[in-house]
Antibody, heavy 121, light 106 residues
Framework: QVTLKESGPVVVRPTETLTLTCVVS??????????VSWIRQLPGKALEFLAH???????NYAKSLNDRLTIAKDASKGQVVLTMTNMNPADTGTYFC?????????????WGQGTTVTVSS | SYELTQPDSVSVALGQTARISCGRT??????VHWYQQRPGQAPLLVIY???NRPSGIPERFSGSNSGNTATLIISRAQFEDEGDYYC?????????FGGGTKLSIL
């Protein structure tokens, strides 16, 4: 069974750096047919792509947040980590990781449950 | 604003056909995916590559993609189909999502 599970702090202070971890099981992060993205959803808003990491460790970022984001993976641990610097209250929302698979022509077929982050002093 | 344009809301009577559009110039050049999101839940892939259903998705879900508009079609709509629907495509390895459409079943 393929699962993804996000974890991280519930609350971060303004200007701090957020670190989120996505633990995957049921597939390998070295599998060339699969890769992992981070997506967020601000309250009452649409899904918003943040970052993506490929099996060869290539990275892609949302243009609007590119200078604040870093994505990395540790395939041996089955983990994908997202860091976002200089957090502010507008970043409050739910953060998801999702698997992208060639089986479904790069649709995101499995999502984590999401982790909620509040930015507040 | 979003680069993929969706209507804010669509309403359809129980058992009728719902159509949700997703607009972008030359969207037919891309593979469009559709996700359903119920309140408090993670998104669920319901259509991939324009008109294909992942395993476990009912046959009443289908899609099309032509010109500047992709469309999600839900035939014989059921109350359980209520939720938010998002179109998505990959453009140079960056994912783009539409603004989402709230589907209501009357």
């Amino acid at each position: 069974q393929v699962t993804l599970k996000e974890s991280g702090p519930v609350v971060v202070r303004p200007t701090e750096t957020l670190t989120l971890t996505c633990v995957v099981s049921g597939f390998s992060l070295n599998n060339n047919r699969m890769s992992v993205s981070w997506i967020r959803q601000l309250p009452g808003k649409a899904l918003e792509f943040l970052a993506h990491i490929w099996p060869n460790d290539d990275e892609n970022y949302a243009k609007s947040l590119n200078d604040r984001l870093t994505i990395a993976k540790d395939a041996s641990k089955g983990q994908v980590v997202l860091t976002m610097t200089n957090m502010n209250p507008a970043d409050t929302g739910t953060y998801f990781c999702a698997r992208r698979t060639l089986t479904y022509n790069y649709g995101m077929d499995v999502w984590g449950q999401g982790t909620t982050v509040t930015v507040s002093s | 604003s979003y680069e993929l344009t969706q209507p804010d809301s669509v309403s359809v009577a129980l058992g009728q056909t719902a159509r949700i559009s997703c607009g972008r110039t030359n969207i037919a050049d891309y593979n469009v995916h559709w996700y359903q999101q119920r309140p408090g839940q993670a998104p669920l892939l319901v259509i991939y590559k324009n008109n294909n259903r992942p395993s476990g998705i009912p046959e009443r879900f289908s899609g099309s993609n032509s010109g500047n508009t992709a469309t999600l079609i839900i035939s014989r709509a059921q109350f359980e189909d209520e939720g938010d629907y998002y179109c998505q495509l990959w453009d140079r390895s960056v994912a783009m999502f539409g603004g989402g459409t709230k589907l209501s079943i009357l």
